[in-house]
């Protein structure tokens, strides 16, 4: 189904559409879809638009990849129906990898991933042929390339599940989140964490890249408090609801 561009809520529902025709062609876990209506309420509460805050994250973020020696972006079914061009776009800007990596994982679905994202544009994507794991996590998620996530210094994970996250760190890893939900154990855990839609991450994340050299880089790392960070996504949630619950207390006309 196309959205008229007139509807109101255009890109809300072609995100939905394209996250429907991934389940109906079988690269998207139906689970994704919750995942996705948990991130989009709220997305209501932040505004749908990036605040000032997820652009100082976006910022470190870019901050990390740009001074990584070898950045892998993760990419589960989510990302592959909603972004595949961005992270393509992202690869091509920074040099860095691209993962597939599955909490529902088939090969079946790996294939379809990879040929998404190299449709895209991405090139040489990892994910097919795992030969290595991540140490403290049971789930096929555990599985990983060698020279791709295993060896990263940096891992890029939007839309990403918590305890990957936490076991990834735990390797010594900066990992750098997307996620809409700043109350999630991935924002909690993540080295960095961008809380802003995806579709609007990714750009952002790329666009902050090609202004920061190697030592800016470094000293936008030196001054990024992730707990603040966190602090400051939540304050903005705080004081847009403020405003509109003063909104709908004032006399109507």
């Known amino acids: 189904m196309t959205v008229p561009e007139s509807h109101p809520r255009h890109e809300s529902l072609q995100a939905r559409e394209a996250l429907a025709d991934g389940v109906e062609d079988g690269y998207v876990a139906p689970q994704g879809l919750i995942a996705h209506g948990r991130g989009e309420a709220f997305d209501y509460l932040i505004g749908e638009a990036t605040s ?19 950045a892998v972006v993760s990419v589960n079914g989510n990302v592959a129906a909603l972004c595949p061009a961005q992270v393509a776009s992202l690869q091509r800007a ?20 990879t040929d998404r994202l190299a449709a895209a544009g991405c090139t040489d994507v990892l994910g097919a042929d795992p030969q290595a ?3 403290g996590l049971d789930s096929k998620r555990a599985l990983v390339a060698e020279d791709g996530i295993h060896e990263a210094d940096c891992v890029l994970v939007p839309l990403e599940d918590g305890d990957r ?6 390797m010594g890893k900066t990992v750098v989140a997307v996620d ?9 855990r993540a080295s960095i964490a961008v809380v802003d839609e995806v579709t609007r991450a990714l750009p952002a994340i790329e666009e902050a ?10 000293t936008v790392l030196d001054g990024f408090d ?14 847009r609801l403020g405003r509109l619950a003063d909104d709908a207390r004032s006399p109507r006309e």
Do not use: Y
């Not at 000032?52 to 070898?70: F, G, I, S």
């Not at 996250?165 to 735990?170: D, I």
């Open 180 to 188: 809409l939900n700043p109350l999630s154990r991935t924002v909690r």
């Open 52 to 70: 000032p805050p997820a652009q100082r994250q976006a910022r470190a973020a870019a901050a990390a990849l740009v001074d990584a020696e070898n």
């Open 165 to 170: 996250t936490e076991a990834l760190v735990a």
């Open 226 to 239: 992730s707990e603040q960070a966190r602090a400051d996504a939540l304050d903005h949630i705080r004081q």
């Open 133 to 135: 794991r991540i140490p």
């Open 94 to 113: 920074l040099g860095c990898g691209v993962e597939v990596n599955l909490f529902h994982r088939s090969d079946e679905r790996v294939s379809k991933i």
């Open 209 to 218: 890249a090609d202004d920061l050299t190697r030592d800016e880089a470094a």
